[in-house]
Nanobody, 115 residues
Framework: QVQLVESGGGLVQPGGSLRLSCAAS????????MGWYRQASGKQRELVAS???????NYADSVKGRFTISRDNAKNTLYLQMNSLKPEDTAVYYC?????????WGQGTQVTVSS
């Protein structure tokens, strides 16, 4: 059984920064893809950034240059450093893990960008 637990969300002013973490536990294999998604109220869930165990990363155009995804494979932890936050970044952020053809999701963490 795989478990993902996100943390680090909160309320921040426009232009501020937050760092999200996602700790994975269970049957984590060395080859996998992890990512961050977000879902704003009334909108579909969208990919924010992804990271493969081989080191490749991918970003949504809306966050390029502001967000950085990283991972610590030894700790099975995924991070998302979010800088220059905008009100439109407000959403519930979820991490996911794709391993051996299955996708697992965390419970989500709320990020609110507001003055």
């Amino acid at each position: 059984q795989v478990q993902l637990v996100e943390s680090g969300g909160g309320l921040v002013q426009p232009g501020g920064s937050l760092r999200l973490s996602c700790a994975a536990s269970g049957s984590i294999f060395s080859i996998n893809v992890m990512g961050w998604y977000r879902q704003a109220s009334g909108k579909q869930r969208e990919l924010v950034a992804s990271s493969t165990s081989g080191g490749r990363t991918n970003y949504a155009d809306s966050v390029k240059g502001r967000f950085t995804i990283s991972r610590d494979n030894a700790k099975n932890t995924l991070y998302l450093q979010m800088n220059s936050l905008k009100p439109e970044d407000t959403a519930v952020y979820y991490c996911d893990l794709l391993v051996v053809g299955r996708v697992y999701w965390g419970q989500g963490t709320q990020v609110t960008v507001s003055s």
